[in-house]
DNA sequence: TCATTAACACGGG
DNA sequence: CCCGTGTTAATGA
């Protein structure tokens, strides 16, 4: 594990911090479309992605999702930093976008490891990035047409897969971002139409970045 | 005006 | 045959 660590964390961490994650934290594997946290659950553990990428979904009363971001490596997830300082339950749902590596640390070490200034540092752009990217969240909600907001997922999608050939169905778009598969379908359409996409059975082609 | 729901046809695997 | 896709019509917000 702590090979783990240096490579993929050792430019955030000092060498000290990451003897100790070594000892506390958790070799965590998901397979691609497993669920690792859902609505409601407790929240004991902190992730620290070491490789893969995790979708993060919030739900309505009814568990109608909405797409808010993706996580990948490097990064950790903000809302289960804050659940876990307030020992408080998962205000979303995570889900593995492919396999996926994590390590976990207890929530009890996050307060002893605050006296590294990297882990701080890290606390601290975590909580910057996510609301960032909360806040392209809400411009998207409340600004962007749908055809604005499907190219933005599939862009991302794009980003994180490292592949513009997206597999991925209508309905699995639809159910994302939380809107009917037939909306999905014909705004497809007419990006394939704009040469933003192109479409295939089971897969669309992203044409720009 | 635009989303949702139901329904149907088409076609690839 | 099953499922994903493209479309339409009716209804509602």
């Not at 409601?40 to 808010?68: C, H, T, W």
């Not at 490596?73 to 289960?80: I, N, S």
Request: net charge negative; glycine share 2%; proline share 1%.
């Amino acid at each position: 594990m702590i090979e783990t660590l240096q490579s993929n964390f050792g430019h955030l961490f000092e060498e000290e911090l990451l003897l100790e994650i070594s000892k506390v934290g958790k070799h965590f594997n998901v397979n691609s479309g497993e669920t690792l946290m859902e609505l409601g659950s407790k929240v004991r553990n902190m992730p620290l992605l070491v490789n893969g990428a995790i979708k993060v979904f919030r739900l309505d009363d009814d568990y109608r999702e909405q797409i808010l971001y993706f996580l990948e490596r490097g990064d950790t997830c903000a809302m289960t930093l804050n659940c876990c300082v307030a020992n408080s339950q998962s205000e979303i749902k995570a889900v593995a976008e492919f396999d996926s590596e994590l390590i976990l640390i207890p929530a009890e070490n996050m307060e002893e490891f605050l006296k590294y200034k990297s882990w701080r540092r890290f606390v601290f752009d975590s909580y910057n990035n996510r609301f960032s990217e909360l806040l392209e969240v809400v411009d998207s909600l409340a600004f962007m047409k749908l055809d604005e907001r499907l190219f933005n997922y599939l862009h991302d999608k794009a980003l994180v897969n490292s592949n513009l050939l997206l597999e991925v169905t209508h309905n699995e778009i639809a159910m994302e971002m939380n809107t009917s598969r037939v909306v999905i379908s014909r705004v497809l359409k007419k990006l394939e139409l704009e040469e933003k996409i192109k479409l295939h059975r089971n897969k669309i082609e992203v044409l720009e970045l």
